[in-house]
């Protein structure tokens, strides 16, 4: 349901009309993501743009609330309650560590095989060989670990990769084969 519909009657605070232009490109993007051709695409490729707009949006709210300190909290929480806002990812962003979370899927550790949380929580220079460069399969994240993420953000599937990316690659390979390990290989525990 667009959120136009949803505010139809409702009066919203003082700022909502600063904001309103951008939050209606956000839903059009949303839109067309929705709407979007699948063919030839695997079934989770589906959702991956439709993660990164979330994520657009939410972090535009975000950076108004908490980092420029222009937005009111009545249009904050006016936002939330209208469910335009998502509030558990943007108070996880609030908290160390957690800066450039691309989703809240990535961190549930019911979602995954072995109970731990989401590939692109790991820093690039640490993994395995086949997976460096590898994005989460539900969200399209390649990393959103705090120390890799570009601009203030995470590094998506469609991210130009940088320079800096790139030496965090050949460094990883660098630190494995000094381990000894070669790509694919687990280093022992012990």
Known sequence: MSFRRRLKGKQPPDGWDLIEDTIEDFEAQMRDAVSEEHEGKRKNELTWRIHRIHWEKNRFIF????????????????????????QPLISKW???????????????????NFGTTSICRVPIAQRSGQARLTPNVKT?????????GIM???IWWNTN????????????????EEAGIADGEEEDPE
Do not use: H, W
């Open 161 to 176: 990769l940088s320079e800096k990316i790139i030496t965090k690659v050949k460094e990883g390979k660098r630190k494995a």
């Open 94 to 112: 609030r908290k160390p560590g957690y800066e450039n979370l691309c989703s809240l899927l990535c961190i549930q550790k019911s979602s995954t």
């Open 140 to 148: 399209g994240c390649i990393s959103c670990f705090s120390g890799d």
């Open 63 to 86: 950076d108004l609330m908490y980092k420029k300190k222009v937005m009111d909290r009545k249009l904050y929480d006016y936002l939330v309650r209208e469910k335009i806002a998502d």
């Open 152 to 154: 203030g953000g995470p």
